[in-house]
């Protein structure tokens, strides 16, 4: 009994999906909070405070949501490569069901970039879309999440359907080095980063700040997104269990 | 940034239907999926206590 108890109080307790779901249940409020009052600030600093910019006019105002969409892109992916990952080595179907909730969200962001990003080509560059290197891999990167997802609904059997879905996201991660480095090893259209971990940012500091604030808030968003959807794939994988049982006779 | 009138807002320096057509698209996005998301959770939980339903009345007819 000791045991059980001193295994109560370990990080490995949430690892099960009946104590993640609570947990999951209390955080989710918070951070959907955090990403309205982010959000909103971002909107505020960009169409109010941040000036003109020079070259591109008001059209460059679109970047404060195409940025932070398109890291979000990025970064759930990787995230969700290191659930798959996680699940497929150490069987934990909670970081099976984690990476599941993560595909719809990041398969999301991924549009919303490559949406912002044509709206914002068509009066810089002139042309809605390009087959240049950072748009392609970022269309591939939509078809990769759109695969995800599909590969994982078409298989009956949920271990082997998260084995699957695990494999194809672990190869998909060599996409993500290539999105991000593809402006510097090809010259094409897209433009080279205007902020990045090495150097000093090319832009004006309140663009810069309305654009990491609403990243943020996207980020935020993102978590509270997750959360929601993974709290309804614990109820339908877990079904079979009293607590959920006993968890929809509350809920209904 | 001051705009000065609502209209100069609307027109954002003549890129107004770049800089609208991409917040607009992102916001119904955005707006789709917690709608899914909370027409999902009414969903699984409708479902599933239609199949405890229906489990509880199987037992009942076996025994």
Redesign the interface.
Known sequence: MAMSKSRRFSLYYFSSPQSFYPLAGAMQPWFAALAVLLCAAGLYIGFFVAPTDAQQGEAYRIIFIHVGAAWMSMFLYLVMGFWSGVGLVLNTRLSSMVATALAPTGALFTFIALWTGSFWGKPTWGTWWAWDARMTSELILLFLYVGFMALQAAIDDQRRADKAGAVLALVGVINIPIIYFSVKWWSTLHQGASVSLTSAPTMAKTMLLGMLIMALGFWMYSIAATLARVRCVILERERHTEWVEAEIGRQT | ???GSWQN?VA????GL??W???V??LV??IA??LT?VM??RG???R??Q??AARRRNHESEA
Do not use: P, S
């Open positions: 940034m001051n705009w807002f954002m320096g003549g890129y770049y800089v057509g991409a917040y698209v992102t996005a955005l999926e917690i998301l999902r959770r699984v939980i409708k599933l206590a199949y405890y």
